[in-house]
């Protein structure tokens, strides 16, 4: 995992200076880097089958009850 995260990088820059290469523009490059991190992100999501509005929906209302949980907490103990 450490190795992942030195290399990562690395691996990064040589795809930005390979696209900016061939596009000769950087907003045009990070535009590219962005839409292919959001084809990456969809292509996770639909592999492992995650409907992301439910995922959202679930999580929102968790954080909620647990804050709701931790200020009944803080309240009660004054």
Not at 20 to 48: D, E, H, P
Request: charged share 15%; hydrophobic share 45%.
């Amino acid at each position: 995992m450490t190795i992942a995260l030195f290399l990562n990088p690395f691996g990064y820059d040589l795809v930005v200076f390979g696209i900016n290469s061939i596009t000769k523009n950087y907003w045009m490059t990070m535009s590219i880097m962005y839409m292919l991190a959001g084809l990456f992100f969809a292509l996770f999501m639909y592999l492992y089958n995650i409907n992301p509005i439910h995922a959202f929906r679930y999580h929102s209302i968790r954080t909620r009850n647990h804050i709701k949980r931790k200020l009944k907490q803080k309240n009660g103990k004054l």
